[in-house]
């Protein structure tokens, strides 16, 4: 996914195989060009100047409505991921529930906001031998950031997991590299919201 449409075909494919049977997995995912993962970090860029004036409530709900819409298709990427891993069921579950969980820990903190780290130093002019200026600090983020999705964690660690959770509530709208897993969950995702 280069924004909101899909890459281009014509690169090199590949599918993801099962391996119980060794057989094939539809459908054939397309490896990214240079061009699209230009286009992919540049509208992260522009995404993340946009997401960083959204309000913390904004970001919260945000985070929550992806947690939901996991849980509203949990079976599917549960059967999936078992397929693509080898995973068993109720690993697969357990992951959803983390993950999920992990989405609404974050939209928790990104809305309570204590996370910035705000601190004031007041200014005192009458300091010798020099006056001290008022000093303001707090965390921000810096930017657009990738997130590489290990198949091992395939829910947990990978697209909506907590290495994603946590730059969305620091404010960084993150490009991806993702494995095959991964661009089905964000394929099906989408069409959800």
């Given at each position: 996914m280069i924004g909101s449409r899909r890459g281009e075909a014509g690169g090199a494919t590949?599918?993801?195989t099962e391996p119980r049977t060794g057989q094939t997995?539809?459908?054939a995912f397309v490896s990214a060009s240079s061009d699209e993962i230009e286009t992919a970090v540049t509208l992260a860029h522009e995404a993340f100047a946009t997401y960083g004036h959204l309000s913390g409530r904004d970001k919260?709900?945000?985070?929550?409505?992806i947690a939901q819409g996991i849980e509203s298709i949990a079976q599917e990427l549960i059967d999936r991921a078992g397929k693509e891993t080898a995973?068993?069921?109720a690993r697969l579950q357990t992951e959803t529930v983390r993950t999920c969980g992990q989405l609404r820990l974050f939209a928790g903190l990104v809305e309570e906001g204590s996370w910035v780290n705000a601190r004031i130093d007041n200014p005192d002019p009458d300091r010798k031998p020099i006056a001290k200026p008022g000093l303001r600090s707090m965390l921000r983020p810096l930017g657009p950031v990738v997130v590489f999705a290990p198949s091992n964690f395939?829910?947990?660690?990978?697209v909506a997991g907590g290495d994603t959770a946590s730059a969305l509530a620091a404010n960084v709208e993150c490009p991806k590299v993702f494995s095959p897993f991964s661009s089905v969950l964000a394929r099906k995702l989408e069409r959800r919201w």
């Open positions: 590949f599918n993801a997995l539809p459908p919260a709900a945000f985070l929550h409505s995973l068993p069921k395939p829910l947990a660690f990978s």
